[in-house]
């Protein structure tokens, strides 16, 4: 899997937006890029994904870059509950053989402060 | 809203004895996935399951591993003789398709090895 590049840790006010920031410079052209985040004791819970439009759902928005060697996750207004450790993984679309899984990064601690 | 359901939330073991992680996918997904976290690492893929058969493990995954879907519903692991190491945060996460890609995870197996 290509390899993303994120920020350890971030901090953002509670009903600021936040900008999660994710670098994806090797992406090949049938990777989708997909977002999920992991709160405290529990497990990941998928975000959003995209290709090469941006996304927007009920959580959050995906900004993918023109050349898509770089993504941003969008939180449109923090709450304490957005607090999580947030990860960017590159999926090849295609299917078969090593796409089924995911490949977890460290990815960027988010402090939501009240 | 459909969750990935995991029972034990906790498991002690000695060393060397055999256990058994259970989960209860979503109803009609097709595409099963273990993956673990070790207490301050990387969530780690272990294997995916897909037709009754496995269709990826990682290296992680030896001959001590085993995954078995036994009826309709339930999706478990073995570990057979068990090590210290294998202490960890257990998920189960299922998907419809491989295509959207969206895994759901459980809330996770703490594993604890003594």
């Known amino acids: 899997d290509a390899k993303t590049t994120q920020p350890n840790s971030m901090e953002s006010n509670e009903e600021e937006p936040v900008h999660l920031p994710c670098n994806h410079s090797?992406?090949?052209?049938?990777?989708?890029i997909h977002w999920y985040r992991q709160l405290p004791s529990q497990g990941p819970e998928y975000v959003i994904h995209?290709?090469?439009?941006?996304v927007n759902n009920r959580m959050a928005s995906l900004a993918i870059a023109e050349d898509r060697k770089s993504s941003t996750l969008i939180l449109h207004r923090a709450t304490l509950r957005d607090a999580a450790v947030y990860y960017c993984?590159?999926?090849?679309?295609w299917g078969g053989g090593s796409n089924y899984k995911l490949t977890f990064g460290k990815g960027t601690l988010l402090t939501v402060n009240p | 809203e459909p969750e990935v359901t995991q029972t034990p939330s906790h498991q002690v073991t000695q060393m060397g004895q055999e256990v058994i992680l259970r989960c209860v996918p979503i109803?009609?997904?097709?595409?099963f996935y273990w993956y673990r976290q070790i207490l301050g690492q990387k969530v780690e893929f272990l294997v995916s399951?897909?037709?009754?058969?496995?269709?990826?493990k990682s290296e992680i995954f030896d001959d001590q591993f085993s995954v078995e879907r036994p009826d309709g519903s339930n999706f478990t692991l073995k570990i057979r003789s068990t090590k210290l190491e294998d202490s960890a945060m257990y998920f189960c996460?299922?998907?419809?398709?491989?295509?959207?890609?969206?895994?759901?995870f459980g809330p996770g197996t703490r594993l604890t090895v003594l």
């Open positions: 996460a299922s998907s419809a398709d491989l295509s959207y890609n969206e895994q759901f």
């Open positions: 109803s009609n997904h097709l595409y």
């Open positions: 399951f897909y037709n009754n058969e496995i269709s990826e």
């Open positions: 090797t992406i090949s052209g049938t990777d989708y």
């Open positions: 995209g290709l090469t439009s941006n």
């Open positions: 993984i590159l999926r090849d679309g």
